[in-house]
Nanobody, 121 residues
Framework: QVQLVESGGALVQPGGSLRLSCAAS????????IGWFRQAPGKERERVSC????????SYATSVKGRFTISRDNAKNTVYLQMNSLKPEDTGVYYC??????????????WGQGTQVTVSS
């Protein structure tokens, strides 16, 4: 049974940092790309970052490039999102999702339940 469980969300001040985790079970992590998404209140869900399941290549939304870093620990079956220099506009529920194969261009086939990130002073 495929499961994705996010953790690490919190209330943080602008300029602060958080590391989100996406713990995967029921499948071998390095065979699949994993994406991070977020949804702010009243807005559509947007893609934040993705890491491929083959060579570990990464991609980022323009709004987070240079501030966020996605990484993967296959031994722990976990994908991380390190978020630095956080801004109020980074506030939202963050989800991880499994792609249907190696590549980030594929569609998502399983989602986690989300973790809340709030950036506010």
């Amino acid at each position: 049974q495929v499961q994705l469980v996010e953790s690490g969300g919190a209330l943080v001040q602008p300029g602060g940092s958080l590391r989100l985790s996406c713990a995967a079970s029921g499948f071998t992590l390095d065979y699949y790309a994993i994406g991070w998404f977020r949804q702010a209140p009243g807005k559509e869900r947007e893609r934040v970052s993705c890491i491929s399941g083959s060579d570990g290549s990464t991609s980022y939304a323009t709004s987070v490039k240079g501030r966020f870093t996605i990484s993967r620990d296959n031994a722990k079956n976990t994908v991380y999102l390190q978020m630095n220099s956080l801004k109020p506009e980074d506030t939202g529920v963050y989800y991880c999702a499994r792609k249907s194969g190696y590549w980030c261009l594929l569609t998502e086939d399983h989602w986690g339940q989300g973790t809340q990130v709030t950036v506010s002073s």
